[in-house]
Nanobody, 117 residues
Framework: QVQLVESGGGLVQAGGSLRLSCAAS????????MGWYRQAPGQQRELVAT???????NYVDSVKGRFTISRDNAKSTVYLQMNSLKSEDTAVYYC???????????WGQGTQVTVSS
């Protein structure tokens, strides 16, 4: 059974920081590109950042320079360090695993991030 379990969300003031974690099980972690997505109320889910098994990263323009995605293949965990948070970063953040060897795609349950201005 595949599980992606996010943690680290919460309430923070604008300008503050949070670190999200996503622990994966039931998949061969190193064979997956991992990603963080977010969905604000009334909006579509959007890509925030991805990281390949080799460590190549990609970010949406709005978070470049503020967010950093990283992964620990030994712990099957992906992280999202979020600095200089803004009110527009408020959303439910979802972890995603996309297999590079098949079409398998998995989602976590989401973690709420609320940034107060």
């Amino acid at each position: 059974q595949v599980q992606l379990v996010e943690s680290g969300g919460g309430l923070v003031q604008a300008g503050g920081s949070l670190r999200l974690s996503c622990a994966a099980s039931g998949i061969i972690f190193r064979f997956n590109t991992m990603g963080w997505y977010r969905q604000a109320p009334g909006q579509q889910r959007e890509l925030v950042a991805t990281i390949t098994s080799g460590g190549i990263t990609n970010y949406v323009d709005s978070v470049k320079g503020r967010f950093t995605i990283s992964r620990d293949n030994a712990k099957s965990t992906v992280y999202l360090q979020m600095n200089s948070l803004k009110s527009e970063d408020t959303a439910v953040y979802y972890c995603n695993a996309q297999s590079v060897t098949s079409r398998s795609n998995y989602w976590g349950q989401g973690t709420q991030v609320t940034v107060s201005s």
